[in-house]
DNA sequence: TTGCCAGTTCAAGTCGACTTCAAGTCAAGG
DNA sequence: CCTTGACTTGAAGTCGACTTGAACTGGCAA
């Protein structure tokens, strides 16, 4: 099998050089050797780099994500984990879509302040009793990846 | 109308009292005066406290929020704004409800391994191909509120 | 009058996931 | 042979939203 510099896995999954050394530092990834200096991977990083965005858009960790992989580089699903995972975005989701509903209400309601709007209040009392407590904003993520992993 | 002092604030909006005073900095709440060194807050304050919270969980950051009220204290809303969040919200509910989605079926497919399944192969080149970019985590938050903002 | 305790200030620390920097290495091309 | 440029390292910096720490203040009860 091929091997690729750190240069080439950058380019084709679309995560920066200094992201992977980090992966690798984090034990996420790992090189099959050097050629000098330079880490030498194989191309089977870039399927393993995929199950790592995979995990991070499910809301894991890095830490976390590391647990899911055997110390032989296997895949180590912990189902009661995910089932935990998959609630909590199904909560996170009903929030969400609440949230969503509130403020195009908002952007529509023509009531003469949103603070008279029985529903905006209605709304406003849910996030100050805490049931809406943060998600947590995207970061910014530019790099065209360019179909990595090829599945 | 009475006031109250930071600690009983915090005791009522479920928000700690470092918050508070970080929140003032920023501008986002004020205080009506002072007793001593005592900061001394309107009743008021909690139902700003609670807008801020839905801004929080809507997304938007503590410096977006901030804009949202006009010099006065009253709202300016900016319906644009509001229209783009949902919108960005929209695009978020979608991608989490696949990833649920694929928990779920990751959790109970049986497959060998997961890398041979092909509902979980579509998901992970989803994933590489950065269709599935970061959403980002909820923060712990424990204290019990205790319904603020007499909504 | 004293001493407590909840408040005050400003500076620095925390967390996660990276990025950036300075200084150094090395393989290949001209 | 020498330059170039992509790589290497470890340490430090970034961002947002707070928290923590040290040193201090001041109103109120005993």
Redesign the interface.
């Known amino acids: 099998m091929q091997t690729l510099d750190i240069g080439e896995v950058a380019r084709r999954?679309?995560v920066s050089a200094s992201a992977l050394r980090y992966y690798e530092q984090k034990g996420l990834i790992a090189s099959v050797g050097r050629s000098g200096l330079r880490r030498l991977f194989d191309a089977g990083v870039?399927?393993r780099?995929?199950?790592v965005?995979?995990g991070?858009?499910?809301?894991f960790?890095l830490d976390e994500i590391a647990q899911m992989f055997a110390p032989d580089g296997?895949?180590r699903?912990d189902?009661r984990a995910?089932?935990a995972?998959?609630d909590e975005?199904?909560r996170?989701?009903r929030?969400?879509?609440a949230?969503?509903d509130?403020?195009?209400h908002?952007?529509?309601c023509r009531a003469a302040?949103?603070?008279e709007c029985p529903t905006f209040?209605?709304?406003?009392?849910a996030?100050?009793?805490?049931a809406?407590?943060?998600?947590?904003?995207?970061?910014p993520?530019s790099p065209?990846?360019a179909?990595?992993?090829g599945?």
């Open positions: 999954s679309g870039l399927e780099l995929a199950l965005a995979l991070q858009a499910a809301g960790s296997r895949l699903i189902r995910l089932t995972k998959a975005l199904d996170t989701l929030r969400l879509a949230i969503r509130g403020l195009r908002a952007a529509e302040s949103h603070l209040r209605r709304i406003l009392s996030a100050a009793s805490g809406m407590d943060t998600p947590r904003r995207r970061r993520r065209g990846p179909e990595a992993a599945a």
